[in-house]
């Protein structure tokens, strides 16, 4: 998650920082009724287990059918509404979030959840109104990454700082506390402490590619277009090297630019179209 700021360090951070959310296995649905469905502890087993394990959108899939087939479960319904942020569908998973409110079916997690979904929409103003009901007592690391974020916006940097610094305190998986909390320093040009945190992040998740493209920004926007020395697959250095590439490009670099973006498309498993884009309008450039 970013934040929506105005400095022009914050709008290049946040022009490339992304999210890659990966699916750990695959399931298939044939219509037919799984003899889970027969116990309620069984069934809300598989559910956990749709949302956690599954591939997301065949978890869209299974429930949007189980909110059609019984539209009075909250549960069905609150799953339909992770499942939809999981998938990246940010409107429909307000618009079910926002179901759960007006059917008082919502609990304190689900309004938590619903304030990320509206920060994801850059609806901060909606996201503040749902933090202020929640509990003082739900002192839990999401909760403070939401402070955190919302901090953020208003450019709040003390209490940004004592909230990330407590859900990293309460998390024993603070990978993407860390990550957020280097976006949050990069926002400030304080590029050095975010290169600190995202060296955090990736130090708990190597697997987390925010982390490690954020870490690759923040060194590219100090002039180091140098790939990290982090685990990267072939399509994770083209993308970096591809974003290293614009940054040269917004710095006035057409040299490194010119061979970053060669170097994307050379090491990409498959063709990069916009690497490919971009490297034949510099050669075109340097002809002409």
Not at 76 to 90: E, I, T
Not at 178 to 194: D, P, T
Not at 275 to 286: F, G, N, T
Request: hydrophobic letters at 40%; proline letters at 4%.
């Amino acid at each position: 998650m970013m934040t929506k700021l105005g400095r022009p360090v914050t709008r290049l951070a946040c022009a490339f920082a992304a999210l890659l959310g990966l699916a750990a296995c695959q399931s298939t649905f044939d219509g037919k009724e799984d003899p889970l469905a027969q116990s309620v502890i069984d069934e809300a087993d598989l559910n956990s287990l749709l949302l956690t394990a599954g591939d997301p959108a065949a978890a869209v899939t299974y429930f949007e059918q189980a909110v059609a087939r019984e539209p009075e479960r909250a549960d069905f319904r609150q799953n339909l509404a992770r499942a939809y942020g999981r998938v990246k569908r940010f409107p429909e998973a307000a618009r079910v979030y926002q179901e759960l409110v007006n059917l008082e079916q919502d609990r304190d997690a689900d309004r938590l959840e619903y304030a990320f979904v509206n920060i994801r929409l850059q609806a901060f103003e909606d996201a503040r109104r749902l933090a202020e009901t929640l509990p003082q007592r739900m002192d839990t690391p999401r909760r403070h990454l939401l402070d955190g974020l919302l901090a953020d916006h208003q450019e709040d940097w003390t209490t940004a700082d004592a909230s990330y610094a407590r859900a990293v305190e309460l998390s024993t998986r603070p990978a993407e506390i860390y990550n957020n909390w280097g976006v949050s320093k990069m926002s400030r040009g304080e590029l050095e402490q975010a290169i600190r945190d995202f060296r955090q992040a990736i130090s708990f998740d190597s697997r987390l590619f925010s982390a490690k493209n954020n870490l690759a920004i923040a060194k590219g926007l100090q002039g180091d277009y140098q790939l990290p020395i982090v685990p990267l697959t072939d399509t994770e250095r083209a993308i970096i090297m591809n974003n290293l590439g614009l940054i040269a490009l917004r710095k006035g670099d057409d040299r490194a630019a010119r061979g970053l973006f060669a170097s994307a498309v050379e090491t990409h498993p498959q063709h990069y179209q916009g690497a490919a884009d971009r490297l034949a309008a510099l050669e075109s450039k340097v002809t002409n």
